[in-house]
Nanobody, 122 residues
C-alpha cells in the first residue's frame, strides 16, 4: 500500500502563485511515477502534470508554461509550483502514483491521495 499525502492548498488571487506538495514513502518515491490531477465541482477529473520515475515530466496543455513539477528525493516529496493562476485552476488537486507511466497519465493510477483544495479568486 502506497500512501500519498497532499498539502499546501489554499486561496489565492488570480495571477498569484501557490505551491502544493505530495509526500510519500521512500520506496514509493524511488519506484513510482507520480502525477497531479485536479477535479473542479461538477467537472471530470483532469490530469495536470506528471513526474516519472526517470525524472522526465509532462504537462497538460492547460497548465503548460504556468506550472512546474519537481521531486525532492531527500524529502520523498513531489511538488507542483503554480504560477499565473486563473479562476479556472480552482479545484481539488490530487496526487497519484503508479509503476506504469501510461496508466498513471490516463488517470488510472493505482494509488491516490485525498487531495488539497486550491481556490483562485478573480
Amino acid at each position: 500500500q502506497v500512501q500519498l499525502v497532499e498539502s499546501g492548498g489554499g486561496s489565492v488571487q488570480a495571477g498569484g502563485s501557490l505551491n502544493i506538495s505530495c509526500v510519500t514513502s521512500r520506496d514509493a518515491f524511488s519506484t513510482y511515477s507520480l502525477a497531479w490531477f485536479r477535479q473542479a465541482p461538477g467537472k471530470q477529473r483532469e490530469r495536470v502534470a506528471a513526474s516519472y520515475s526517470d525524472y522526465s515530466t509532462t504537462f497538460s496543455d492547460s497548465v503548460k508554461g504556468r506550472f512546474s513539477v519537481s521531486r525532492d528525493s531527500a524529502k520523498n516529496t513531489l511538488y507542483l509550483e503554480m504560477h499565473s493562476l486563473k479562476a479556472e485552476d480552482t479545484a481539488m488537486y490530487y496526487c497519484a502514483a503508479d509503476v506504469i507511466p501510461a496508466r498513471l497519465w490516463r488517470g488510472e493510477g493505482t494509488y491516490w491521495g485525498r487531495g488539497t483544495q486550491v481556490t483562485v479568486s478573480s
